[in-house]
């Protein structure tokens, strides 16, 4: 059974850099047919997909353009975990923050899902 | 706003069928598929329907998923209480290179 476990920080203050972590189990990062993604969800309740990374013989990531200059999505291995950044963040970064599996039905199903996490922007 | 669109709002009575529609262009729904999420509040949202009318193991057949040209569709059919929650159409979009959503519609059982 695959599980993702976030962690990280509920509260940012502007202009910092916005960090969590996906723990995966029953599944590994490295896999050659699933990617990790990472979703937002605002708080009137619009989803926004932010990037992912996966494993193809090497690694590849792709980023939403909203967030491009800001967003890094990193793996670990040793850890089978993966990571997102996202830097210089403002009130309107408030967001529940997902992790998400995708590549077991298609390329971009979001099969299984992390619990979420609150994060608040503010000083 | 969201690249693709939905209706806020649907509802409908015990029993009855609800289709939810969403629309899109030819960049996302036109030449992609199309993903359903379904999300109580308070939950992570959980895959529907796959590959436009794929329903994943344990996903009651009273859910069903199309796709015409640049728009799609989930029907509830024999609609119960418990359908009461929020649906996301979700799709590919090969102009931003990224994935795009619906606003989500909510569905209430009156």
């Known amino acids: 059974q695959v599980q993702l476990q976030q962690s990280g920080p509920g509260l940012v203050k502007p202009s910092q850099t916005l960090s969590l972590t996906c723990a995966i189990s029953g599944d590994s990062v490295s896999s050659n047919s699933a990617a990790w993604n990472w979703i937002r969800q605002f708080p009137s309740r619009g989803l926004e997909w932010l990037g992912r990374?996966?494993?193809?013989?090497?690694?590849?990531?792709d980023y939403a353009i909203s967030v491009k200059s800001r967003i890094t999505i990193n793996s670990d291995t040793s850890k089978n975990q993966f990571s997102l950044q996202l830097n210089s963040v403002t009130p309107e970064d408030t967001a529940v923050y997902y992790c998400a599996r995708s590549g077991s039905y298609g390329n971009n199903d979001f099969d299984i899902w992390g619990q979420g996490t609150v994060v608040t922007v503010s000083s | 706003q969201s690249v693709l669109t939905q209706p806020p709002s649907a509802s409908g009575t015990p029993g009855q069928r609800v289709t939810i529609f969403c629309s899109g262009s030819?960049?996302?729904?036109?030449?992609?598929?199309v993903y359903w999420y379904q999300q109580f509040p308070g939950t992570a949202p959980k895959l529907l329907i796959y590959r436009n009318n794929q329903r994943p193991s344990g996903v009651p057949d009273r859910f069903s998923g199309s796709k015409s040209g640049t728009s799609a569709s989930l029907a509830i059919s024999g609609l119960r209480s418990e359908d009461e929650a929020d649906y996301y159409c979700g799709a590919w979009d090969d102009s931003l290179s990224g994935y795009v959503f619906g606003i989500g519609t909510k569905v209430t059982v009156l």
């Open positions: 990374t996966y494993y193809r013989s090497k690694w590849y990531n």
């Open positions: 030819s960049s996302n729904i036109g030449s992609n598929y």
